[in-house]
């Protein structure tokens, strides 16, 4: 027969189970409790402390926002550039007009009106000539100087019509030029001036020339 064990020793023995339940509970605790720590929001967590790639698409966006408008800018000023070399043209020969002469857009309305009935190249041919100006000295407007010569006894008003032709011939703008009161045997200058662009290339021509 197996000797009882000591009182003592049964204690023991029946605490062994519970104990370890205990300490297997007591660890389970401790583990929650870090890794709640591990969560809190005061401290640092695994998952907030992963370093995340970012976001391709949102970075792209942000990237290329300031290339698409800088873009955008550089074509709206390619395109006002253009229209700005389309009028610059018109606008210098207005600016070349006015300052030549402050009554000049009478007299060459007056010439227009002058030469409407008038037939073949007028009675003036003789008494007019014409030089081209350099653009140099124009800013860039192609420009002719106008020369009328008073060859009678009698003050008089002439009237000029003025083509502007390309290469080919072709008429491309058409200028009337005029001069009033120009007194016996004296001279009068005026400008015969294309409000057309630099290219294509044209030329000045004389087509008539009235005295009246």
């Not at 860039?140 to 100087?145: I, T």
């Not at 008003?157 to 703008?173: I, N």
């Amino acid at each position: 027969m197996n000797p009882t064990p000591p009182s003592g020793n049964r204690r023991s023995a029946r605490r062994g189970p519970a104990m370890s339940a205990a300490l297997a509970l007591a660890a389970s605790v401790t583990a929650a409790a870090l890794v709640s720590c591990g969560t809190d929001s005061d401290g640092p967590s695994s998952e907030g402390s992963r370093t995340s790639a970012p976001d391709a698409s949102s970075f792209s966006e942000k990237t290329a926002s300031p290339l698409k408008s800088k873009a955008s800018e550089a074509a709206e000023s390619a395109r006002a550039s253009a229209s700005e070399a389309e009028a610059s043209a018109s606008e210098r020969a207005d600016e070349y007009e006015a300052s030549v002469s402050a009554d000049t857009e009478r007299a060459n309305q007056a010439a227009e009106n002058a030469l409407k009935d008038v037939a073949g190249r007028g009675n003036a041919m003789s008494d007019v000539s014409m030089t081209g100006k350099p653009r140099s000295e124009t800013g860039g407007v192609l420009a002719s100087v106008v020369t009328f010569t008073n060859r009678t006894d009698k003050t008089a008003d002439f009237a000029v019509r003025v083509d502007f032709r390309d290469s080919s011939g072709k008429t491309v703008e058409t200028r009337y030029i005029g001069t009033e009161n120009l007194e016996p045997g004296k001279r009068a200058q005026r400008y015969a001036i294309s409000h057309e662009p630099p290219e294509p290339k044209l030329s000045a021509h004389l087509v008539k020339a009235q005295r009246y």
